[in-house]
């Protein structure tokens, strides 16, 4: 049983698209009707994969690698100044000029962060039918904007409309005000990875 079509269908004749609680009403109503509890539902992820790890890494990079091997800070690409980043993408506090870590220092960091961000974006989806690539490429979303649970990206996912929702990852392209050579391009990787598989 294709459960897209069904949502699809229902969608058509509700003449919108689904609140978060209907999602997960008609997701029971199928799985009832399939008699075994759980028919083809979605896996809910809740951690990032390799796969999805190696975009971010990718996107991230591990930028400014000293002579002696140390990684160190610089600022934002887009501001020239603040966030201060370094690593695999680390800001906050106590990263800022003159900040120097080991390369084991940026993987421990990373490490965590992804533990972080993934636990967000699980809480965000709740139970929400999502693939790992579609958890993956918002995971990577978030962890490079922080943005998805006040996002339009996030309300299409909730209610289905996937399509929709792949398509609002280019809009986020922009820092400081300029539109961002390398956030086009990995807001294209991220999309791709979102309708991936389903």
């Not at 000293?66 to 800001?91: F, K, V």
């Not at 506090?93 to 992804?114: F, H, K, M, N, Y």
């Not at 699980?122 to 979303?141: E, K, M, V």
């Amino acid at each position: 049983m294709q459960r897209k079509t069904v949502f699809d269908a229902v969608r058509r004749m509700l003449g919108r698209g689904f609140q978060r609680a209907e999602v997960a009403a008609l997701d029971r109503a199928i799985d009832s009707a399939l008699g075994d509890g759980g028919g083809d539902t979605l896996p809910k992820p809740h951690t990032i994969s390799p796969e999805g790890t190696a975009l971010i890494k990718r996107f991230e990079g591990c930028a400014r690698r000293r002579s002696d091997g140390l990684i160190e800070a610089y600022p934002d690409p887009g501001t020239g100044s603040h966030p201060w980043t370094i690593g695999w993408g680390a800001t906050g506090a106590g990263i800022g000029p003159g900040t120097v870590w080991s390369q084991a220092e940026c993987d421990a960091r990373l490490a965590r962060d992804l533990e972080r961000y993934a636990s967000d974006v699980a809480r965000a989806i709740g139970d929400a039918p999502t693939s790992q690539n579609q958890f993956d490429a918002l995971a990577s979303f978030h962890y490079n904007t922080g943005a998805l649970p006040r996002s339009t990206l996030l309300r299409r996912h909730l209610t289905g409309d996937f399509t929709g929702a792949a398509s609002e990852f280019a809009r986020w392209k922009h820092a400081g005000g300029r539109v961002m050579a390398g956030l086009v391009r990995r807001r294209a990787a991220e999309a791709r990875l979102y309708l991936a598989g389903r």
